[in-house]
């Protein structure tokens, strides 16, 4: 009994430290895609979508970083989807990233 508790412990610590490892890296994609300094994005929320993307082709299973309100112009709201290693899969607005290679052109 004590060799299968042990069992699931190691299991949930494991679990824990891949979903920690999965979280950074696609922290890390969307510190890339924000460039440095990024611009004040507001109100973050982060979700992780176990159903995947219904969006896109296979319906990948991503990080979904959403905020409210942005800094960045005719980007009110924005909408930021990663794959669990790091790679951006989709953004709401779809020209996100010009956007912020703009606002960071323009020194706000």
Request: net charge positive; no cysteine; charged share 15%.
């Amino acid at each position: 009994m004590a060799r299968l508790l042990w069992l699931i412990f190691m299991l949930a610590l494991v679990s824990v430290l891949l979903a920690g490892a999965s979280w950074a890296a696609a922290y890390n994609g969307l510190g890339n895609l924000l460039g440095a300094p990024p611009p004040v994005m507001g109100t973050q929320k982060t979700t992780f979508l176990w159903d995947g993307l219904p969006t896109v082709r296979g319906h990948p299973r991503v990080w979904k970083f959403s905020f409210y309100p942005t800094r960045i112009p005719g980007a009110p709201e924005a909408v930021v989807y990663i794959s669990p290693i790091g790679r951006v899969i989709l953004t709401e607005p779809s020209d996100l990233a010009e956007r912020i290679k703009a606002y960071h052109n323009t020194g706000y």
